[in-house]
Structure formats: C-alpha cells, structure tokens
C-alpha cells in the first residue's frame, strides 16, 4: 500500500533562518507531488507541484522553493524565512494526469518568528 | 486563487441531526471533491463527483452537483461526534491542479 510522509511536524525558526521540508511517498512509481500552504482558518493554497524528476512547477510567485530530487521525494526550502511564512504545510501525492484522488501527508506546522 | 467557496463557514448540530454544506465555484470542472480534515491532521479524500454526474452517495455522505449552477453541496446523514472536522470542496481547473475552498467547520455536539 501507499504512504506518505512528511517531517518535520513541527518547526520554529526565527526570521531570516532556512527551512528544509521533506516529503516522500512509498509504494508508488511516478507520483504527482504537491505542496500546499494553509493559514489559519483558511483553505489550501497550491504552492508547487511535480509531475516528474526535476520539473517543477510554481503556483504563486514567494520566498520559497521546491525541488524534487529523486522519483518519490520532494522537498520545500528557503533561505531566509519570513514572518508571512509560517503556516501549516501539507504534502500531497497523486497519479495521472487528470486531478484525482489526493494523498495528504499529516503535515508540518511552521512557526517564524 | 481558490475556486471554491463553501458555505455555511461554521455550522453546529446535535448528534444525529443531519449537516448539509454547499460549494460554489466559477469556472468549468472535471470533477468536484470533497475533502475532511480533523484538527491539526492533513487532509483525507471523501468523494468525488465527475462533471457528468449529478448525485453521489458513500455510506452517509451524499453529493449532489448541478453544472449549470456551478454548485455542490454534501449532506452528512445522522451526524456523529466523529464527523466534527472541517470539510473542503476542491475542483480541477486545470490538469494536476486542485484548488480547494476556505471549508466549513461543522462541530457536532453530543
């Protein structure tokens, strides 16, 4: 069966430090991988997403990056995080091209301050 | 930007009362899903609907979709303090994009 994980679930950085987030799915071949941004109280907003090896794609023009190393794993980075950063970040995976079922991991509370 | 807009945003109900919350969206969709989330906790898929169905039932959910409205709405039968969660609509506007509404927080009350 599948699996997503997702670490760490929790993060308190002070402004101006990096962020590294990780993400890897088990038990699948060539996922769509997603990362999405949810402030309190608010809905999910799509940051970036992969269908491949190195192909990124970026939703909303910020202070963070994605990369995707390897097939299943992904990863969410900056290099100075801001105050406006914080929130909770979801991982997602799904296969194919047209939107099915996502795969949420259990996501990661990030605190700037 | 968020395509979907769930309303109500918060609704309150006694354990066995049925909650039904509704999702309106602007563009044309694939498909319409909808999504729980507990407290704290990411996301876990519910159902989803294709642009070409009109009605949906999984064991005490049922959704309905009217594609000339751009609306949806999902009906949770005989509530229970489990179901306390917030609940997303996300639709497709573009391939491999799910863009998700602001939710309705239903808290069901023993």
């Known amino acids: 069966s599948q699996t997503i994980h997702q670490w760490p679930a929790t993060l308190v950085q002070p402004v101006g430090s990096p962020l590294s987030l990780e993400c890897t799915v088990e038990?699948?071949?060539?996922?769509?991988l997603y990362w999405y941004r949810q402030a309190a109280g608010r809905g999910l907003q799509l940051l970036f997403y992969s269908v491949g090896i190195g192909q990124i794609s970026s939703e909303v023009p910020q202070n963070l990056s994605a990369s995707r190393p390897q097939d299943r794993q992904f990863i969410l980075s900056s290099k100075k995080l801001l105050l406006s950063d914080s929130g909770f970040y979801l991982c997602a995976w799904n296969l194919g091209r047209h939107t099915g079922e996502l795969f949420f991991g259990e996501g990661s509370r990030l605190t700037v301050l | 930007s968020q395509q979907g807009e769930e309303d109500p945003q918060a609704l309150s109900i006694q354990e066995g009362e049925n909650a039904t919350m509704n999702c309106s969206y602007k563009?044309?969709?694939?498909?319409l899903q909808w999504y729980r989330q507990n407290s704290g906790r990411g996301l876990v898929h519910l159902i989803l609907?294709?642009?070409?169905?009109r009605e949906k039932h999984s064991g005490r959910l049922r959704v309905t979709l009217d594609t000339s409205k751009k609306s949806s709405s999902l009906l949770i039968t005989a509530s229970r303090a489990a179901d306390t969660a917030s609940y997303f609509c996300?639709?497709?506007?573009?391939?491999?994009?799910?863009?998700f509404g602001a939710g309705t927080t239903v808290t069901v009350r023993a």
């Open positions: 038990g699948t071949s060539n996922p769509n």
């Open positions: 563009t044309s969709i694939n498909n």
């Open positions: 996300a639709t497709d506007a573009n391939d491999y994009k799910l863009s």
């Open positions: 609907i294709r642009s070409n169905e």
